[in-house]
């Protein structure tokens, strides 16, 4: 059976974006969780990760032939095991694939801070002005995606796309940024997710906490170099 290495549930957003995707497919894993900080945090350089990732980075699913350490690498990997990561139709797949790829290679601002902290509750007034234009930019893509399909879901139906933008489901309510009434609702939809509620209850239970680093409100970087 695969075994998907995670980083603390809590602040591990990578991680949780393909486990998700698993969960979703229907696709049976074992888990490995490896509390994250101290020696070689930030750095790829964790014993406990690089003993189990080649990259020094988690999430990494670990093959009988080989581990896969990229989330969005995964997420390939299970739409080959299994229906219904991507959509069937050709235009909502394309979109849903090009708006993953844009979370999975962009909003550096957002992620330095409104790092994941789903224990976290706070208010923050003012954000840099590159963070504000992230966030920004992803209210308009969630808006967008929601008027051209309809929602619930991102693309009308839950898919990947959902699960790479679950994260900022949770930073959006850690920090309390105020949101257009469809994006919450998007918001509060994969909140809701039974298996999301799975991952938040664990969260809530872990007994480990990462020292703040760096940003305005959580911790600095989140999944050993993949925030």
């Known amino acids: 059976m695969p075994i998907l290495h995670l980083g603390n549930r809590n602040y591990s957003s990578w991680s949780l974006r393909p486990w998700l995707v698993l969960r979703w497919a229907g696709i049976p894993f074992e888990e490995n969780v490896i509390p994250l900080g101290g020696e070689g945090y930030g750095k790829s350089r964790i ?3 690089r003993a189990v990732s080649p990259t020094g980075r988690v999430p990494a699913l670990a093959l009988p032939d080989v581990t896969i350490a990229d989330s969005l ?32 290679s962009g909003f550096a601002a957002l ?4 790092s994941m902290n789903i224990r976290h509750r706070c208010t923050v007034e003012t954000w840099p002005g590159d963070t504000r234009a992230d966030i920004a930019r992803v209210v308009d893509l969630v808006s967008a995606t929601l008027a051209r399909f309809g929602g619930p879901w991102l693309v009308g139906e839950r898919s990947a796309a959902d699960a790479f933008y679950a994260p900022i489901a949770t930073r959006f309510r850690t920090y309390d940024v105020a949101l257009p009434a469809e994006v919450q609702s998007w918001c509060d939809t994969v909140l809701a997710d039974a298996d999301f509620r799975v991952w938040e209850a664990a969260a809530v239970a872990e007994p480990w906490s990462i020292p703040p680093v760096t940003g305005r409100g959580g911790q600095g970087s989140t999944t050993n170099g993949q925030p």
């Open 111 to 114: 992620r330095r801070d409104l």
């Open 47 to 49: 014993p406990a990760v």
């Open 73 to 104: 690498a995964i997420t390939e990997w299970a739409a080959e095991q299994a229906a219904g990561v991507w959509p069937a139709d050709p235009t909502r797949r394309a979109v849903a694939r090009s708006i993953a790829a844009e979370m999975h």
